[in-house]
């Protein structure tokens, strides 16, 4: 399957900071995916961007998708502690149908 | 639907002994998966099976893992030997159509191989 880069591995922010995570790849994607593991828990999907320039929102997170369609964001405004996870992208399949994840990013959130 | 069931939620099991791991798929569904996460690697897909054939193999670390998925709403996971090296988390997604829909993951099974 496709990699992709994701960063930053690790972010600490205080409650209320604003967060983002970032998705590279070298090569054009179809589609990307997000999903949230909490600590302890298993990931769970959160969304699909597919469109060149897709801008999706889901109350205070925002994903991205670049208009080359090579990279995405996940931006979540005003932390809270029940942000705190791991935040993974997905690339497509490729032609091995794999569901490969990245490293994804860790964010904790301090009081 | 009660989503994707894995079983044991917990394991500990000595060295040298064998271990199954099982995971009962979302109804439905075309495509099955087994991971195994630990800090220091992170999640990695060990094999998956679509329509119950295995696909692809690549990840799994050695032979001593072996993966079957006999009919449609049952897959396991064996490690025979096990090892310390071994103690992860394990686990199972199923998807209908890897790449374009989500995939549905189980609660995992934490081993632990003393």
């Known amino acids: 399957g496709q990699q992709v880069m994701q960063i930053p591995q690790y972010q600490h922010v205080q409650e209320g900071e604003d967060f983002t995570t970032y998705c590279n790849s070298s090569t054009t994607l179809s589609n990307i995916q997000w999903y949230k593991q909490r600590p302890g828990g298993h990931p769970v999907f959160l969304i699909q961007?597919?469109?060149?320039?897709e801008v999706k929102k889901q109350k205070r997170l925002t994903f991205q998708f670049g208009e080359a369609k090579k990279n995405s964001s996940l931006h979540i405004t005003a932390t809270q502690t029940t942000d705190v996870g791991t935040y993974f992208c997905?690339?497509?399949?490729?032609?091995?149908?794999?569901?490969?994840f990245g490293t994804g990013t860790q964010l904790k959130v301090e009081l | 639907d009660a989503g994707v069931i894995q079983s044991p939620r917990h394991e500990v099991t000595e060295m040298g002994q064998e271990v199954t791991l099982r995971c009962k798929p979302i109804?439905?569904?075309?495509?099955l998966f087994w991971y195994r996460q630990t800090m220091m690697r992170g999640l990695e897909l060990l094999i998956y099976?679509?329509?119950?054939?295995?696909?692809?193999d690549s990840g799994m670390p050695e032979d001593r893992f072996s993966a079957k998925m006999p009919n449609a709403s049952f897959s396991t996971l064996k490690i025979q030997p096990s090892e310390p090296r071994d103690s992860a988390v394990y686990f199972c997604?199923?998807?209908?159509?890897?790449?374009?829909?989500?995939?549905?993951f189980g609660q995992g099974t934490r081993l632990t191989v003393v």
């Open positions: 099976f679509n329509n119950n054939v295995p696909i692809d």
């Open positions: 997604a199923s998807s209908d159509l890897t790449g374009n829909t989500e995939a549905f």
């Open positions: 997905l690339p497509p399949s490729g032609g091995g149908n794999k569901l490969t």
């Open positions: 109804s439905g569904h075309d495509y």
């Open positions: 961007l597919v469109k060149s320039g």
